[in-house]
């Protein structure tokens, strides 16, 4: 099984909404990744998770907070978001090998967010 | 800070037809190099990958990749291409030393003509 599942597929929300986006993986992985993607734009880093820990942030706004709550899940809460977040949001994960080789990233299908 | 640029934004390919996709990169070290496709509404699949070795690398497919270091470069080639090859292509660099962050262009969308 080569396959990272993410929910819902679509969300609209509005400003004041509080929801989350859910990722899920049994291969293993014990790294975890969301990534944000506008529009006609190449996916953005936002966050990893390594054995569970938050590992990097990559300076994003409070009202995205990322959880992993186990080795195979990887939430995104959203809170107070803006029309301008609005895009499709993507989760990998990866192993995290002992040989020091690189790791490929495996890609969810996105979850595709309105903010209204 | 490593970076990578697709210069070609849109290509249109005829059904049959060989295609090439330029990726130019910067990267202070030995690269780790990635070819994703993307079709409407979906996430990323990998097409193939270099580290090290043969600079030509075969991927899924039927895609292959040169890897140039004189030129910055990793062009995507296929010999002959198929309506369902019509997707976004992104090239990507990795970081291992940040957990193994991918950087990607821009992107170059391809469009097949029957």
């Known amino acids: 099984d080569t396959e990272v599942t993410q929910t819902p597929k679509h969300l609209v929300m509005g400003m004041t909404n509080k929801k989350s986006l859910k990722c899920e993986q049994h291969?293993?992985?014990?790294?975890m990744y969301w990534y944000k993607q506008k529009a006609k734009k190449p996916p953005e880093l936002m966050f990893v998770y390594s054995y569970e820990k938050l590992s990097i942030n990559e300076s994003v706004p409070s009202r995205f907070s990322p959880e992993c709550p186990n080795s195979s899940l990887l939430n995104l809460h959203l809170h107070a978001l803006q029309p301008e977040d609005s895009a499709l949001y993507l989760c990998a994960s990866r192993p995290e090998g002992t040989s020091g080789a690189w790791e490929t990233q495996y890609f969810g299908p996105g979850t595709r967010l309105l903010v209204l | 800070a490593q970076s990578v640029t697709q210069p070609d934004i849109h290509i249109t390919v005829s059904e049959g037809a060989s295609l090439e996709l330029r990726c130019n990169y910067s990267?202070?070290?030995?690269?780790?190099l990635f070819w994703y496709v993307q079709s409407p509404g979906q996430g990323l699949q990998l097409l193939l990958k270099?580290?090290?070795?043969?600079?030509l690398v075969q991927g899924i497919k039927g895609f292959e990749a040169e890897f140039k270091r004189s030129q910055s470069s990793f062009n995507l080639r296929k010999p002959s291409v198929h309506w369902s090859d019509a997707a976004e292509y992104f090239c990507?660099?990795?970081?291992?030393?940040?957990?193994?962050?991918?950087?990607f262009g821009g992107g170059t969308r391809v469009l097949v003509k029957p």
């Open positions: 990267y202070g070290a030995t690269p780790y």
């Open positions: 270099y580290f090290s070795g043969d600079t």
């Open positions: 291969m293993g992985h014990r790294a």
């Open positions: 990507a660099v990795g970081d291992k030393a940040a957990g193994n962050k991918l950087t």
